[in-house]
């Protein structure tokens, strides 16, 4: 199941005394597993410290941390699956992680989805925040414990050596409450996450839960029932991953080489307003200028680090589709907007036009706009379902 269960507290403990690697070592042996590599013994000495660290520094040492946790009909092993208490419903909670020594990664030309790490040239590395969110669902899958209850379990990564602008490509990872991603430059927001996941009290009968529960249904029961019903997972479901999903582009868009504008569609104007709140206070927080178009829509908005933008704001004025230097389908006002800040954002209602309505479409006018100015324009659907 797993090679050795302790909490956060007793685990930074072993390491401050050198002890970590040699008890992971013997644990391996006592279980007739195959000795561990190079690479699994550094993570050993350096990543599950930062993480049990982190922890503490939280208020969360009480925190079990079961390591290389494996689990029938699941393939591969988790780096550290957290257990405890949730601090609001006091149900169980746990926390799949995976730990990332990586300090520069980049988008492999020509992919999609596969990535270069530092100035390695073997073979092309998956997002580590899909290889979390497919461990992740195949638990929600094949565990008794997540049967119709799937609040119950979260999946993060932890880039912990890498900043921010070291690793944009990997931030703009579309994910849900599966598939979270922090790096060194986000240790904060880590933090926060895990206090809203986990409880300062014992995991120890948590982890136990987790250990003694029953596996695989083969009979095809409850929990794979409830996969099939539930289809893929909407991100706008988990508002905690769509903020922070939001605010790792917006960072990775700040990091980048080459301004570009992000837009993000799908979500209605209440869920817009929680997210911009959330985002603007998260970046002013770190340090970032972050404002929104001034209220009737000035031709000089303030210049600034981050600007979000609401259609719902956009269309309240009167001059919104003006066109820009006299280009058709363009808004001169989106490219103030654009022009006077680092990293614009627009958040869009739907990217697909409107059928029948003579109301230009905020998307068309936007990625028009861009193209005239020779500006990329990067959309991400916050309605999107994953699976």
């Not at 799949?96 to 989805?113: F, M, N």
């Not at 209850?149 to 990872?173: F, I, Q, W």
């Not at 979270?180 to 206090?195: E, K, N, P, V, W």
């Amino acid at each position: 199941m797993y090679v050795i269960r302790t909490s956060a507290d007793q685990l930074y403990a072993l390491h401050q005394r050198g002890e970590l690697v040699g008890i992971l070592q013997e644990a391996e042996r006592e279980l007739g597993r195959a000795e561990s590599g190079a690479n699994e013994k550094r993570a050993w000495e350096h990543s599950l410290p930062a993480m049990a660290r982190d922890l503490v520094d939280s208020g969360l040492g009480a925190v079990d941390m079961m390591v290389e946790c494996a689990f029938p009909g699941v393939q591969g092993a988790a780096d550290v699956i957290l257990a405890g208490r949730h601090p609001r419903t006091h149900d169980l909670s746990y926390v799949v992680v995976e730990l990332k020594q990586w300090r520069r990664v980049t988008l492999a030309p020509g992919s999609q989805d596969r990535f270069r790490v530092g100035n390695f040239t073997g073979k092309l590395k998956k997002h580590p925040a899909e290889q979390t969110g497919a461990f992740c669902r195949a638990l929600l899958r094949s565990h008794e414990l997540f049967a119709e209850r799937d609040d119950r379990l979260a999946g993060l990564t932890y880039l912990h050596n890498a900043a921010d602008h070291d690793v944009g490509d990997l931030l703009s990872y579309e994910r849900t409450g599966l598939s979270h991603i922090f790096t060194r430059d986000s240790r904060g927001a880590l933090m926060r996450f895990l206090r809203e996941r986990l409880a300062p009290v014992p995991g120890s009968p948590a982890s136990a839960r987790f250990v003694a529960a029953v596996g695989p249904d083969s009979g095809g029961g409850s929990a794979s029932e409830v996969m099939r019903r539930r289809g893929g997972f909407p991100l706008l479901s988990d508002m905690t991953a769509t903020e922070q999903f939001a605010l790792d582009v917006l960072r990775a868009a700040y990091a980048g080489d080459r301004k570009c504008v992000v837009a993000m569609t799908g979500a209605d104007t209440d869920v817009v307003g929680t997210v911009t709140a959330s985002v603007t206070s998260a970046l002013r927080g770190a340090g970032y200028t972050c404002r929104g178009p001034e209220r009737h829509g000035s031709a000089e908005p303030p210049e600034s680090d981050v600007l979000l933008c609401a259609e719902s704001r956009l269309v309240q004025t009167d001059d919104w589709t003006r066109p820009l230097d006299g280009h058709v389908g363009t808004s001169a006002l989106m490219a103030e907007l654009i022009v006077r800040t680092r990293v614009p954002v627009f958040f869009l209602g739907n990217d697909e036009g409107e059928t029948g309505s003579a109301r230009p479409c905020p998307s068309d006018l936007l990625r028009r706009t861009a193209e005239v100015m020779g500006m990329p324009v990067r959309f991400f659907r916050l309605d999107k379902e994953f699976r």
